[in-house]
């Protein structure tokens, strides 16, 4: 069988040249004309320069015209780099760049979105194909050899680059009479092209129609669910190569036609392999980019089996399943699979240390091959069939793409709002895998691109509708909009009142003279305190909160000669006297703060406004460290059926992604420049998330009068000290002590359940857990 591409089209042209070989749209060709139009678009890229080893991007729609265009590239000696016009820009011209094309060969249409890159001729096909008309049809003189580079693919790269593959012909005419085999294929075959250019799987179904001399059938665009079937219907196709997380998508439903079906790219489940493979041939593929498309193509999979296995080499490549000192592993043991043979590619493009990375010596060929490190795990079965068991490193596949998450990351961690950024894999009950990116928002400077202010103003209007529509004879008692997380229904109004004598205890025990209350809403905290002191001033960003706490005031001229109210941000000091204030509450509003650096603002700020010995109550925060434990809790009281182990797991973890509020670790209140710092439980025996997930914080102003517990000694709760009479012996003398590991038992029960989830239990182990 040939080496090349175009040397199985010329072979098929001289022996079956009436044969079909090109269906797209009205386009259809036989191999003789096949042949004949790549010939005479050969001798034209040949008269403008492009000969042994050049590179031509080809950024062309999906058409009949772009399978002329590859083959007419490898005639004249060079290679092509097919270019997904899809793609975004960005990628585009890092790809041209990176390869530096001799030319790039592209349609009108999409010029114009093209980069220009230096050193690089663009050329429209059309222009080209006009020229061609009065070429030569008989093919120019081969330049090409098996090592002769035949095309070059980029794949996602770890470090934020793409990376470049540079793919010889040698590879090619062994997997393809391999692939014809495995998949009974045979100049009868109709096959799909439904896979993106830049997607190497295209390459495998242009090689499972060309390589036997059957009919290639090109989608004019990308395919999936019904679509997908409607196609392969439409079109009679007998041979399809979809990756499983396409294939998922498409409704099982009768193609007489189809008689064999690939897939590859990604895992493929049991599932599949019973819906699709009873009535046709259906065979798992596996191969990186790096060893030439598919180095292991298995018997035909067999329904009712477990996981399917990935099977045994194609082509003329060699595996070895090795250890991590590069020993063979016995078999039926995990180790990590290496590919030698025809099939490893020369390496990266201009990459030379990566390549010398991943493509190493190999030990067991002959004296200067090479083998390429996969990073996939797998173990041989007493088959001689290999099974896939995950990867060795941080690599994925979607959709039958490879992704690196770390070039994702680098994209995100590019943006001036983002410090830091994770990408991972989340697989729902369906086995549909999707890409989710977690950020870590950047401390933004003064004067930033307004999103805070937004996020502010946005909070501002949900209260000020609110507030608005309150009965403001009830501001001062007013519980309303207080409501469950975990039931959407208000908290018990005996619970609130509560809540609400807690904090004003704690407050209390201050003894405030002259108080201010950042976010003073309707008045629950004013209200009993506002007739012990001296002072009371009260700010909110909702104007209708304030108007209306005036409005009650009104007939309490005594109190409201007490009370200075304004209506402004909590980030706004303006027209607040400095150093005047020895206590200052803000309860139950930093959860509505955009960010850190803004609670630090405001933290800062507020401390100036403390006279020496003051101290700043800060109440009701939520508490990152047990923002999981509480929606493990939420989500199981509402669970309305029993998801798959994995499933509650990601939509707990989707949840938390959304949060909307502020959540605070404890440790953040020791950073901002108090005097002292102390973090508070709530008291009180009710169990609802307003006890449970939030926590107290007193900031004092300086450090006169508070004690530092730093070198107190710690001791154990169940180690050291075992029972209240131990305890109680010891703080006899008024020692101060420290006590951990107290069990909180209003949520022991949500964090054991947590960690159930974390580990995938079943809903019923995380309910067991939970109480």
Known sequence: MSASLHGLVARHAALRGDAPALRCGRVELRYAELDARANQLAHVLRGRGVGAEDIVALALPRSAELIVAMLAVGKAGGAFLPVDVHHPADRVAFMCADSAPRALLTTEAVLPGLPETPGTARWTLPELLAEAVSAPVTAPDPVDRPLSLAYVIYTSGSTGRPKGVAVPHRGLGPFAADLAERMAAGPDGVVSQLASPSFDAMIIEVLMAFGP?????????????????????????????LPPSVLATVPRSELPALRALMVGGEACGPRLVDAWGRDRRMVNGYGPTETTMAITLSAPLVPGTDAPPIGSRAGDSRLYVLDDRLRPTPPGEIGELYSGGGGVTRGYVDRAGLTSERYVADPFGEPGTRMYRTGDLVRLLPDGQLAYCGRADDQVKIRGLRIEPGEIEAVLAGHPAVEQARVLVHEDRLGEKRLAGYVVASRAPAGDDGNAERHVDEWQQIYESFYDRSDRTAFGSDFSGWNSTYTGEGIPVEQMARWREAIVSRVRDFAPRRVLEVGVGSGLILTPLVGEVEEYWGTDYSASAVEGLRDRLAGEPETAAKVTLRVQAADVTTGLPRGHFDTVVVNSVVQYFPHEEYLRDVLVKLLDLLRPGGRLFVGDVRCLPLVDAMWTGVR??????????????????????????????PGLFGTVGAGAVDVRLKPGADHNELTKHRYDVVLHKDAAGAQDLSAAPALRWGHELRTEEELAALLADGTALRLTGVRNARVAGEVAAARAVRADASPAAARAALA
């Open 636 to 665: 199981l009281a509402q669970l309305a059926h029993e998801p798959a182990p994995g499933e509650l797991r990601r939509e707990i973890e989707q949840t938390v992604a959304l949060e909307k509020e502020l959540l605070i670790d």
């Open 213 to 241: 001399g059957g009919t290639l059938v090109v989608s004019p665009e990308t395919l999936a669910g019904d679509d997908a079937a409607a196609f392969l219907g439409e079109h009679g196709i007998t041979h399809a190569f």
